[in-house]
């Protein structure tokens, strides 16, 4: 036990400073002592908050969240029989290395999830939601849908288990489970983390406006700052994503302002400022983030930048960075194939790219793989199978809905290399209507690409090459 506990105790936040309070009448006359008809209420518990946070799967900050893993880890070194706590414990662990990006939290969850599961056995729901939302952390859907789907076997009704089989059923692609389970969460629950979720389903369909909608409700009626930054943080990347890059920057900031441990929303200010041309800002915004979340995206983001600034060295430097993190997460358990994919069809070796990114798609196909496979081919040469995986990436009557200008890029450029130009010209088009300053290393590429298309035809053939494939 002692053995188990020290494994679990290593990356321990604790919470230091006290609570606090006074009774004041009119900012100025204070209660005397014969005047108080009721005991003051008890002071909540370390990580109280942080506890109903954690089992309703809602943000909470990282301060609270080691108060409340403090005081579990003490409960199950009392009562090791304690299922339940073991279960809360998992799960604030994966909340934990959800936030900080540290991967080394994972197989903490795992020991403390499967713990409780050996104690209660596998009619154990909150354990199951535990390893659902641990297995989403680690990119392994296929894990998570089965043990969500398992714990609403138990539980039809738990309606925190439907947001856990949302993010599995989206990173397999399965666009028909994903709107069944939205349509049941909804039927069962309100709230900000109900609304904040369907947004991301919202947004993946291609409906910007009910997305922001649904984000700018969630913010609203956010019960903690750190809920509400974890809100305006996704509201920011959708802005971004529409190119309003004054707005994201704003609710990156004002996301960092509520909570500084939000280190998305430090990258979000990061990708923002460079697209506005304020280059040591964006940079310093990126330095912040990985030193305090070091993960692979944001390396990656920021090697593209130097790139862009013709800082060949320092590129390099990050994308060796990226290879290091993702050897870092593999230890954790995180599959990062994706990001490494697109490290390798742009920064390495394109071959290498579609290797592994062939072997994500068929266990996991989401749009996300389906879109960095089809660039992967391409850059390695395969650009009429490119345009079918692209095409799963763009067509909506394949899944592909969602409005990203980076996809519509890898789509016109595939299209550009084939000889299809009234296409490829459309694509890229698109790519600066959705976003005009989408990526600093990709948006002149796109102009010079429009440049040498010419001008458009003035009628376009009727059928586009690839609509019927996929």
Not at 161 to 183: F, I, N, S, V
Not at 265 to 284: D, F, H, K, V
């Amino acid at each position: 036990m002692k053995t188990q506990l020290n494994a679990l105790r290593s990356g321990r936040w604790v919470l230091v400073g006290a609570l606090a309070g006074s009774l004041v009448l009119g900012g100025a006359l204070a209660w005397w002592p014969w005047e108080r008809t009721a005991p003051r209420p008890p002071a909540p518990a370390p990580g109280a908050q942080a506890l109903t946070a954690v089992t309703s799967g809602v943000p909470v900050g990282l301060p609270e969240l080691g108060a409340l893993i403090g005081a579990r880890e003490a409960r199950v070194r009392a009562r090791p029989e304690d299922a339940l706590s073991w279960a809360v414990l998992g799960a604030a662990y994966v909340e934990q290395g959800r936030r900080t990006g540290d991967a080394a939290d994972f197989p903490r969850a795992d020991e403390a999830l499967r713990t409780s599961l050996r104690v209660r056995g596998p009619r154990n729901v909150e354990a199951l939601d535990g390893m659902a939302a641990l297995a989403n952390a680690r990119h392994d859907y296929p894990a998570a849908r089965s043990w969500g789907e398992a714990a609403l076997k138990l539980e039809p009704k738990r309606w925190t288990t439907y947001p856990l089989l949302l993010d599995a059923y989206t990173g397999l692609g399965d666009d028909k489970a994903t709107q069944r389970t939205l349509d049941r969460l909804l039927e069962l629950r309100t709230g900000p983390a109900v609304r904040a979720r369907a947004a991301a389903v919202y947004r993946d369909r291609g409906w910007r406006e009910d997305a922001a909608a649904a984000l700018s409700d969630a913010a609203a009626a956010a019960g903690s700052p750190a809920e509400r930054a974890e809100w305006l943080e996704r509201a920011g990347e959708l802005s971004f994503e529409r190119g309003d890059l004054d707005d994201a920057l704003r609710r990156f900031e004002e996301a960092v302002r509520l909570d500084p441990d939000q280190r998305a929303a430090q990258a979000g200010q990061g990708r923002t400022l460079a697209a506005m041309g304020r280059t040591r800002e964006a940079l310093s915004a990126y330095q912040v983030a990985l030193e305090k979340a070091p993960r692979p995206q944001y390396a990656l983001e920021l090697g593209e930048l130097y790139d862009s600034l013709g800082l060949g060295p320092a590129a390099r430097a990050e994308y060796d960075r990226v290879r290091a993190l993702v050897q870092a997460d593999r230890s954790g358990g995180v599959d990062d194939e994706l990001v490494l994919g697109l490290l390798e069809a742009d920064h390495g070796d394109p071959a290498t790219a579609v290797r592994r990114l062939r072997a994500e798609y068929a266990r996991q196909p989401g749009i996300a793989v389906a879109d960095a496979l089809g660039w992967a081919l391409h850059r390695a040469g395969d650009d009429k199978e490119a345009l079918r995986y692209a095409t799963v990436a763009t067509d909506r009557a394949k899944g592909g809905g969602v409005r990203s200008a980076l996809y519509a890029y890898h789509r016109g450029m595939v299209e550009r290399s084939l000889g299809y130009d009234a296409y490829a010209r459309r694509w890229l088009q698109e790519a600066l209507r959705i976003n005009p300053a989408f990526s600093p290393l990709l948006v002149p590429v796109t102009q010079e690409a429009l440049a040498g298309l010419g001008e458009p035809p003035s009628v376009p053939p009727p059928t586009e090459p690839g609509a019927d494939k996929g």
